[in-house]
């Protein structure tokens, strides 16, 4: 059960630092961390996208100071109205990355930067598949994949959201409650051929459609499970289905290093600068709220990035006044 409660305020150990959280990002991560499926020690504090400004540190802390404007990823506890962070994690924001930006897209773009860039290195004239090409994540990917000269065919589950994967970029958009047969869809808008790769993070759901749209030598990279898990599968499918390659990568691997995690940040930030990247903030919850913000994610009621906030920041947007 997801609610909110008072806590001790935080105290810094050895290397860590207390910041003072401005905005909280969203994910499906945070609803896989309440539903067990990535078991976290309970009682836990959700959320592991955040911003905000260091206000103490502990002792040995060299990376970070007090005042600092700051965010971080795949560390628990950012819905919050202070976190403790490992100081060693945490990325100094530009001057001209606002906190909402930063918690809407250090995640979800890091993992957007490392699937286009290392689980399958994009070029020019690929098509791609995107599924779910409305979501946070699927906007973010089909921004980068144009951007790096790739053709994307997104699927959206509304024609609405396929208006808005359609202004990201894809090419193509197929309503996938209108087809019986996704991955012939996906063959017929390629001129009759399977596709170099799919990016999938919907799981379940799509899971055989993505393997039967690959070409043969084709990668299926399967980096979430918006739908639930998949289902034990016997390898040799990708064998029959024309040596085909799985991967089922994680953003924690490719920033498991600090000049790793910096560098991925600062392309990420870079790439919001020059406008390959528009984040787009469809909804704010306060703290109050962040099981609401659960359930409209689950059910598939948004599009674009959630944040929880504040909750007179989130009170202040809604009432048109500055927070």
Known sequence: MLREAEVDQPRPGPGEAIVEVAASGVNFLDVYHREGRYSLPLPFTPGAEGAGTVVEVGPGVADVAVGDRVGWVEIPGTYAERAVVDSSRLVPLPDDIGFETAAAVLLQGMTAHYLVKD???????????????????GLLLTQLITHLGGRVIGTTSTTAKAELAKRAGAAEVILSSAVDDLAAEVRRLNGGQGLPVVFDGVGAHTFDASLASLRTRGHLVLFGAASGAVPPFDPIRLAHGGSLTLIRPSLGDFIADRSELLRRAADVFEWVRSKALEVTVTGRYALSEAAQAHSDLEARRTTGKLLVVPDEAALGRREGTQS
């Open 119 to 137: 689980a399958y290195p994009v070029q020019g004239g690929d098509t791609v598949l995107v599924h779910a090409a409305a979501g946070g994540m």
